[in-house]
């Protein structure tokens, strides 16, 4: 027998099909085109090329966060690195902090310290649904939510926004929703819009959530993904659904705040007045084990009392905001003013976004197609390259968008 025969197509199948499921979302094959066609890995290390894709930062760290992570450094004793799961002290400083943003009465046992906004959504997606059931969100989308639920095996549902306010359309949330429907991800601050959603309209979703859950005898949760709930721009307010849904699961993250997306640190909180409060608490520490210990490193827990007294500059963020709107309206871009988040959310001067963000990498600007976000026709900047390197990038998108017109 030929040892090196074809051992049939069983035995050539690698991985599994949660795997390939994963692979065949939209957002993630979107994401390896856009990497691959605009050369991006590459690309935004070429001197002269400005990077607004990501929310990385562009800038060395700020001395007091770097003090703060050496200063947790340093074992107070021989405990300090051992096996962690929630530090009481980080939640306590975390639920102080929640407080201030969303007064609930939140106490340090509401809240499980994750690994980033990631794991707080992943351990929220596998507690309170099973394989099979729906999860909805709003078009455009944080990109990762489709396979963060593909993964848990649950069914994406998607639901296009209002246009042009980009707030949620209510009514197709209310005709989305079934009997498998366990699942309502709520983002707001809005990542790439920048909207933040009224009271009026997170009072109707909840009232939407509590007629549909009684009509099928099961609750529909919502998810909130808040980790821009403390970058809100001058004359807005932020609300989170919590406020107005009890049956909120509010998950943070500290990387947007701190400009520091690479330590992983961030949280999913469980209202106070929840009934099924402690049943829910032991099933996220549960699944945070089981999922693959999703809790951050002893070394970043440490930090987050000392991490929490550190401010975001939202008026700095705020003026290049300002400066960046007004000199896009000027070459004749069109956009809203974002009310939260570090992004701007720009409309294509033609209908083929991928082919216009492809232009505008060759002038040396790198931003990402409203494709990626499944929403063509747009496409994403964001604000946290330095003010000198926003600026230098638009006579790059006013030459664009020039070229577009002809």
């Known amino acids: 027998m030929d040892e090196r025969a074809d051992p049939g197509p069983a035995s050539r199948q690698a991985v599994s099909r949660r795997t390939e499921r994963v692979a065949s979302a939209v957002p993630i094959q979107m994401m390896m085109a856009f990497r691959m066609r605009s050369g991006y890995a590459t690309r935004r290390l070429e001197p002269g090329v400005v990077d607004l894709t990501f929310g990385d930062p562009h ?57 980033g906004g990631f794991g707080a959504i992943t351990v929220a997606f596998k507690v309170l649904a099973d394989p099979g059931e729906e ?59 920048g909207r933040i959603y009224p009271p009026e309209t997170l009072e109707a979703l909840a009232a939407i959530l509590e007629r549909a859950s009684d009509r099928w005898g099961r609750r529909i949760w919502i998810v909130s993904d808040e980790p821009y709930n403390r970058i809100v721009f001058s004359g807005s307010t932020f609300h989170s659904p919590a406020q107005f849904y009890r049956h909120t699961l509010v998950c943070y993250s500290y990387g947007k705040t701190l400009l520091a997306p690479g330590q992983r640190l961030g949280y999913l909180a469980v209202p106070p007045t929840l009934p099924e409060r402690a049943e829910l608490l032991a099933a996220v520490d549960l699944m945070q084990i089981a999922a693959g210990w999703l809790f951050p490193n002893a070394v970043m827990q440490h930090a987050v009392p000392a991490l929490e007294r550190l401010a975001f500059d939202v008026p700095a963020l705020e003026a290049k905001r300002d400066h960046v709107v007004s000199t896009l309206r000027a070459m004749g871009y069109e956009l ?30 790198l931003v990402m197609p409203g494709a990626l976000f499944e929403t063509p026709g747009w496409f994403r900047i964001c604000l946290t390259a330095t003010a000198d390197s926003l600026e230098a990038a638009m006579p790059h998108l006013d030459a664009a968008i020039r070229a577009a017109r002809v």
């Open 59 to 115: 800038e060395l760290a700020p001395d007091a966060y770097v003090e703060a992570l050496a200063d947790a450094l340093r074992p107070r004793d021989e405990l300090w690195f051992a096996y962690m799961q929630s530090d009481e002290a980080a939640q306590a400083a975390a639920a102080a902090s929640l407080e201030r943003v969303v007064p609930l009465g939140w106490g340090p046992d509401d809240l499980r310290m994750t690994t």
């Open 135 to 193: 999860v909805v969100y709003n078009l455009p989308p944080w990109f990762l939510y489709e396979p963060l639920a593909l993964e848990a095996g649950l069914v994406p549902v998607k639901v296009r926004a209002r246009l042009p306010s980009f707030d949620l359309d209510l009514d197709a949330i209310a005709a989305a929703l079934t009997e498998r429907t366990r699942i309502v991800v709520v983002n707001t601050p809005n990542n790439p819009t």
């Open 336 to 365: 809203d003013v974002p009310q939260g988040t570090f992004y701007l959310w720009v409309r294509s001067p033609v209908a083929d976004d991928e082919a216009f963000v492809g232009d505008l990498s060759g002038r040396g600007v």
